[in-house]
């Protein structure tokens, strides 16, 4: 069984807790972890299934480390590979620019041949504007987290969207194979 890889990237270390929430419930032995500061393209490509964690920042700005790194995502042959986005975002204060970033992150890896899963409903959301959502459809791109407004429901919708996207992967014993946590 090939691993997934999951790429974060991280200033106040949000997302990287996240990612490793992620980790908890599907598994160290299917999911590898790596912060965006420290890779290069060729460990992305190594990768057939693919998770990338991105935090909006500001008035809709790219992470740090993803923005150093965004000329070498832009290089990547995603053809072939599978992809679940997930980002962090402040519904409230920053709500005409609610996870932007995922948006901007989607939109390249698509466009470099991607096939993305884990699309995730907008319901329960508040928020102005988002680069991240799917016009008409009532859904975002990947998974949003808002530890600022909505922290409480962080777990429940780690739970559910690790379950989906286990499924969407297809991997070994689906949905059922994924740790339900309340962290």
Same mark, same amino acid.
């Given at each position: ?11 106040? !270390? ?12 599907? /598994?160290? +032995?299917?999911?590898?972890?790596? +912060?965006?500061? +420290?890779?290069? &393209?060729? #460990?992305? #490509?190594? %990768?057939?299934?693919?998770?990338? /964690? ?5 008035? !809709?700005?790219? &992470? ?8 070498? *995502? &832009?290089?990547?042959?995603?053809? $072939?590979?599978? *992809?679940?986005?997930?980002?962090? $975002?402040?519904?409230?204060? %920053?709500?005409? %620019? ?26 329960? %959301? ?6 991240? #959502? ?8 990947? =998974? ?8 409480? =429901? ?30």
């Amino acid at each position: 069984m090939s691993k997934i890889g999951l790429f974060f990237g991280s200033d106040e !270390g949000n997302t990287e807790t996240v990612a490793q929430r992620i980790v908890a419930r599907m /598994g160290e +032995d299917r999911v590898d972890l790596h +912060d965006i500061a +420290d890779v290069t &393209q060729l #460990e992305i #490509e190594n %990768y057939q299934q693919l998770i990338f /964690g991105i935090p909006t920042w500001d008035f !809709g700005q790219i &992470q740090s480390d993803w923005e150093e790194f965004w000329e070498d *995502v &832009q290089e990547i042959d995603f053809s $072939g590979k599978t *992809v679940a986005l997930f980002g962090l $975002g402040d519904q409230f204060g %920053y709500g005409d %620019y609610f996870l932007d970033a995922m948006g901007m992150l989607h939109d390249v890896i698509v466009e470099r041949g991607a096939r993305i899963v884990g699309l995730w409903s907008t319901e329960g %959301y508040e928020f102005e504007a988002s680069k991240a #959502e799917i016009e008409g459809e009532g859904k975002f791109v990947g =998974l949003g987290i808002d530890e600022d407004q909505q922290e409480e =429901l962080t777990s429940d919708r780690l739970n559910r969207w690790c379950r989906q996207v286990a499924e969407e992967f297809g991997l070994e014993g689906g949905a059922d194979s994924v740790a339900e946590l309340d962290d």
